[in-house]
C-alpha cells in the first residue's frame, strides 16, 4: 500500500499552545484513522474519518478529512501535558482495512 | 473484558533461537494483525487474518509465520532469530473496518 506522511515529525510547545500534526498521501484514501501512543505505550485508537470534508471533534481535539480524501488533520487547542506522546495517522485501503501507519509526530508540551 | 492480551512482555533471544508471541483477544473481533514497531519509528504490518483459518501478508513478513485456528488466537512465529528482528511487537484486533484494540506489546531483543 502507499504510504502515508505525516508532518512535523517533532514538534515541542508550551503547555496552552495550539498544536497540528497533518497526514498527507498522493493517493485518495478510502478512510483514515488517528492514534495516540504515549511513551512506552501502545497504540490507542482516536478516530475514523471516512467522508470527503469531514470533520470531528473530541473534547479539544479536532479531526479534519481533506475535500479531495488525500490529506488528514489533528488540531488541538491549548495543549496540556496529557497530550505528550506520537500521534499516527493510518490509511484504510478499500475493502479490507489493512491500515497502513504513517510516520507519525511525537508532541513533547512543557509546563 | 481483558482487550487484547500478549506474552510474553519481554523476551531476550540468541541468534538463531525461535520463539512464539502470543496473542489473544476476547472481544470477537474477526480481523486481527502484528505490527512491528521499531525504536522512534511508525508501525510496520508484518501480517493479518480477517478470521479463523485466513491469514496473509503485511509490509515485512520474511522471517515470520503466523496462523489462526480460532477466533480467539493469533500467534507470530519467529524462526532462525536474528537482530534486524529486535523490535517492540504489537498485536491489534478489530470488529471489521472500525478502530484497531492494540496490546500491551512485546519487546523482544536478538543478540
Known amino acids: 500500500g502507499q504510504q502515508v506522511m505525516q508532518i512535523p515529525q517533532y514538534q515541542h510547545v508550551q503547555e496552552g499552545e495550539d498544536f497540528t500534526t497533518y497526514c498527507n498521501s498522493s493517493?485518495?484514501?478510502?478512510?483514515i484513522q488517528w492514534y495516540k501512543q504515549r511513551p512506552g505505550g501502545h497504540p490507542v485508537f482516536l478516530i475514523q474519518?471516512?467522508?470527503?470534508?469531514e470533520v470531528k471533534k473530541q473534547k479539544r481535539l479536532t479531526f479534519q478529512f481533506g475535500e479531495a480524501k488525500k490529506n488528514s488533520s489533528l488540531h488541538i487547542t491549548a495543549t496540556q501535558t496529557t497530550d505528550v506522546g506520537t500521534y499516527f495517522c493510518a490509511r484504510g485501503d478499500t475493502g479490507f482495512q489493512k491500515l497502513v501507519f504513517g510516520t507519525g509526530t511525537r508532541l513533547l508540551v512543557s509546563p | 473484558n481483558a482487550g487484547v492480551t500478549q506474552t510474553p512482555k519481554f523476551r531476550i533471544l540468541k541468534i538463531g533461537q525461535s520463539m512464539t508471541l502470543q496473542c489473544a483477544q476476547d472481544?470477537?473481533?474477526?480481523?486481527m494483525y502484528w505490527y512491528r514497531q521499531d525504536p522512534g519509528m511508525g508501525l510496520k504490518l508484518i501480517y493479518y487474518s480477517v478470521g479463523a483459518g485466513i491469514t496473509d501478508k503485511g509490509e515485512v513478513p520474511n522471517g515470520y509465520n503466523v496462523s489462526r485456528s480460532t477466533t480467539e488466537d493469533f500467534p507470530l512465529r519467529l524462526e532462525l532469530a536474528a537482530p534486524s528482528q529486535t523490535s517492540v511487537y504489537f498485536c491489534a484486533s478489530s470488529y471489521l473496518s472500525g478502530g484497531l484494540t492494540f496490546g500491551q506489546g512485546t519487546r523482544l531483543t536478538v543478540v
Open positions: 493517493t485518495t484514501l478510502s478512510n
Open positions: 474519518l471516512v467522508k470527503s470534508g
Open positions: 472481544m470477537n473481533h474477526n480481523y
